[in-house]
């Protein structure tokens, strides 16, 4: 629908009615988050884009292709679904000059439980369709999990400093359930405390108070 101005403007017209002048949000790969924003466009415009296809395909046959059932429209809204947390992180790290390094752990911990949650629901659902998102979610899962494990590595100790010296969080976030059952708590301090003492503290003894 955006291949041409007059394309455009057609599509246009169909909106007027309810005061809205729109165009198809396309997606751009270099933007993580352009997927979800271009299936939530989609949902808001469906009607609109129904009675277009409907009214253009003897004009075109290729709009045929594009026309969704009601089942299709379906997969696309458990699709916004799936992709909206990942989109507000997304939009928070472009846009939000106070969001730090010392949030990473929460949100890793926020888009596992995400991915997760959907894949238990999936787990007991016998449509075809459903049964093969339960396959990408676990590769998604794989995938974020790389990156987690990137995070935890090389750069463990600079997350970990920002977390303790952040005075909303401090040490309360290894006092999640997801890390209670490990001495992280203890261990993390003693690395900030090992840390301090090799680079700010005069005597270090007085920090083990």
């Known amino acids: 629908m955006n291949e041409s101005s007059q394309r455009i403007e057609n599509f246009h017209k169909s909106q007027r009615n309810f005061e809205l002048h729109l165009k198809m949000i396309q997606d751009i790969k270099i933007h993580w988050n352009f997927i979800c924003l271009m299936l939530l466009r989609a949902l808001r415009l469906q009607v609109f884009i129904k009675s277009y296809i409907s009214t253009h395909e003897n004009e075109n046959t290729t709009l045929q292709k594009l026309f969704l059932n009601n089942e299709e429209w379906t997969h696309v809204q458990y699709l916004v679904e799936l992709l909206k947390s990942f989109a507000i992180f997304i939009d928070l790290l472009e846009r939000n000059r106070e969001f730090s390094i010392n949030a990473i752990y929460i949100v890793y911990d926020v888009l596992f439980f995400h991915i997760e949650d959907h894949m238990t629901a999936l787990k007991r659902k016998q449509r075809s369709w459903k049964r093969s998102l339960l396959k ?74």
Do not use: C, G, P
């Not at 676990?138 to 010296?165: C, G, P, S």
């Not at 059952?181 to 920090?207: C, G, M, P, V």
């Open 136 to 209: 990408v979610l676990t590769q998604a899962w794989i995938k974020l999990f790389e990156y987690y494990a990137d995070v935890n590595h090389d750069r463990k100790l600079m997350y970990n400093l920002e977390n303790i010296i952040d005075s909303h969080q401090k040490l309360n976030l290894y006092e999640w359930f997801t890390w209670q059952d490990s001495d992280y708590k203890q261990r993390y301090k003693q690395e900030f405390i090992n840390y301090y003492a090799r680079h700010y503290a005069f005597d270090s003894t007085t920090l083990q108070n």
